[in-house]
């Protein structure tokens, strides 16, 4: 008996794979459960990021708002255009987190930034993701 390569049309994983890629080239929505978490071309408004200090942070460019988290304790605080800073790292007594807006007319593209000091000096910065309500997209 002689071993024959399978016809294209008979190999369903490539054809699933093709079916996946096309979808997200053309963008056509695909439904998640709700436990999926990523961040979504165009819907990514959410993301967490890790400061060194140990805190986490929830940069949410939709509120423009930002939520300051440390393992031990909890919540924080929080920074908004209301609220700008400093909020006190609960991780470092020597740490701040403030939010800093771009300034109008001389950084059209610039993001809104949150700092890191460490003994007043920036040690880290984030910028909110793209579509801030808070740098006005």
């Not at 031990?72 to 790292?89: A, I, M, R, W, Y």
């Not at 740490?95 to 040690?123: E, I, M, R, S």
């Amino acid at each position: 008996m002689t071993t024959q390569a399978m016809p294209h049309a008979r190999r369903p994983e490539r054809t699933a794979l093709r079916t996946a890629l096309a979808v997200a080239v053309t963008g056509t929505a695909i439904a998640l459960p709700t436990s999926t978490a990523f961040a979504a071309p165009g819907g990514g408004h959410v993301k967490e990021v890790k400061a060194q200090s140990g805190e986490t942070l929830k940069l949410d460019g939709k509120s423009g708002s930002v939520s300051v988290q440390d393992p031990e304790h909890g919540f924080t605080g929080v920074l908004n255009h209301d609220k700008p800073g400093p909020v006190q790292s609960r991780m470092d007594p020597n740490g701040t987190y403030t939010l800093v807006f771009p300034k109008p007319a001389a950084q059209a593209d610039a993001a809104t930034k949150v700092v890191y000091k460490h003994d007043g000096k920036t040690t880290q910065t984030f910028d909110l993701p793209k579509g801030s309500a808070a740098d006005g997209r």
